[in-house]
């Protein structure tokens, strides 16, 4: 999970996958949290990409650096918690002239179940899964 945390960190962008009925639907992501165990992204509820989630939370992330690529595939889930959201704030100090852990809007999800494969032209893929 780690080494997922730091890829996509130093990726900087990732695009996040989300289905909505039967349309794929794909957009630029850049937040990425370890917190409590777990990885984090965090979006805002008014978001279609919120509602495409809470609707079917299974969802895919693709990220490319230095040659290599990154896919994380799994299922999401929510967490209200105030500490997380408030730990992804904290990991970005730029979103918080946006966002804050008590607007109503800020929302963060976990990955419950994820598996991560780390790609290249260079050799066989690897997987983890967490
Ligand atoms: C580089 C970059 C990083 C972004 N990171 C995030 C993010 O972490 N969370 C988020 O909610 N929106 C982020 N955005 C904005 C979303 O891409 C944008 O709001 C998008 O329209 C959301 O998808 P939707 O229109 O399907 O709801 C980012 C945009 C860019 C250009």
Known sequence: ?????????????????????????????????????????????????????????????????????????GELAEDDRREAKQSMLDAYPSLQGMYSADDGNTEVFYFKSAKATFSSFMGAPETVEF
């Open 1 to 73: 999970m780690q080494r997922v945390e730091k890829f996509l960190k130093e990726a900087g962008t990732y695009y996040l996958a989300t289905v909505e009925g039967d349309q794929p639907r794909v957009r630029p992501f850049g937040t990425v949290n370890i917190f409590d165990g777990k990885l984090y992204i965090q979006t805002g509820k008014v978001k279609e990409v919120s509602k495409q989630i809470h609707a079917n939370p299974k969802v895919e992330i693709c990220a490319f650096k230095d040659g290599a690529w990154l896919r994380v595939a």
